[in-house]
């Protein structure tokens, strides 16, 4: 299988290149863009694509890193993957981006109970506890949103703390960002397909909005 994976949903944006069958050691090619506000999103998949020495049309499936996290990159890396089915015969999937950082972590050689910490703005956090060994990164508390006292108070019982940004909160905690290269991985194993349509961001809150009020009759 070869993969296309991207991850825009923090500071750092990856694209990577996945080739392999699950149960092995896959090939990976990774480009990674850290700072700026732009993401060179083509330009990053077109020196993946020249590392791996495949073309556009060699890709079989896409991997995309939903969230939680930046909704502009998350959203305009799911535009992307929408784009590139309607234009050719590609597999989409849709991955946890906190499930990508408990990956890293696994990759890094931290194991245990690890709890992944991801800024969900408000003056809250996006919260998953992830069983971590040498072989699985395995969830065992679901992702949820918690304001901080909440989530120290759960983070207070024990474990190693990672995520993107998370000494703003846990001074303790490890710097890990969702990487691209651990999406395409964690793709190898999966089937679940969807169609570009139901390619959705991972948002925990409740959608609200605030009905406009009718149109004012200014008296002639």
């Given at each position: 299988m070869k993969i296309l994976a991207l991850d825009f949903s923090s500071a750092q944006r990856s694209v990577a290149v996945v080739q392999g069958r699950a149960g092995e050691r896959p090939a990976v090619c990774e480009?990674?863009?850290?700072?700026?506000?732009?993401?060179?999103?083509?330009a990053m998949i077109e020196e993946a694509l020249r590392q791996s020495n495949l073309e556009r049309e060699h890709i079989?499936?896409?991997?995309?890193?939903?969230?939680?996290?930046?909704y502009t990159g998350i959203?305009?890396?799911?535009?992307?993957?929408?784009?590139?089915?309607?234009?050719?015969?590609?597999?989409?999937?849709?991955?946890?981006?906190?499930?990508?950082?408990?990956?890293?972590?696994?990759?890094?050689?931290i194991e245990g109970v690890v709890h992944v910490v991801i800024d969900a703005q408000r003056n809250e956090l996006y919260l998953a506890t992830y069983s971590v060994?040498?072989?699985r990164a395995e969830?065992?508390?679901?992702?949820?949103?918690?304001?901080?006292?909440?989530?120290?108070?759960?983070i207070g019982n024990g474990g190693s703390?990672?995520?993107?940004?998370?000494?703003?909160?846990?001074?303790?905690?490890r710097l890990i960002f969702p990487r691209a290269a651990r999406l395409g991985e964690l793709a190898l194993s999966r089937t679940n397909y969807v169609p570009g349509e139901q390619l959705e961001p991972i948002y925990l809150r409740e959608t609200s909005f605030v009905k406009a009020p009718?149109?004012?009759?200014i008296p002639e």
């Open positions: 480009v990674i863009e850290t700072g700026g506000r732009q993401t060179k999103a083509f079989e499936c896409m991997a995309v890193g939903i969230g939680p996290g930046s959203r305009a890396s799911i535009a992307l993957a929408q784009g590139w089915q309607l234009a050719g015969n590609v597999k989409l999937l849709g991955i946890s981006s906190a499930e990508a950082i408990a990956a890293e972590a696994q990759n890094a050689g060994s040498a072989k969830e065992v508390e679901k992702l949820a949103l918690a304001d901080v006292p909440r989530a120290q108070e759960r703390v990672v995520g993107p940004e998370v000494s703003r909160w846990f001074p303790g905690g009718p149109p004012r009759v």
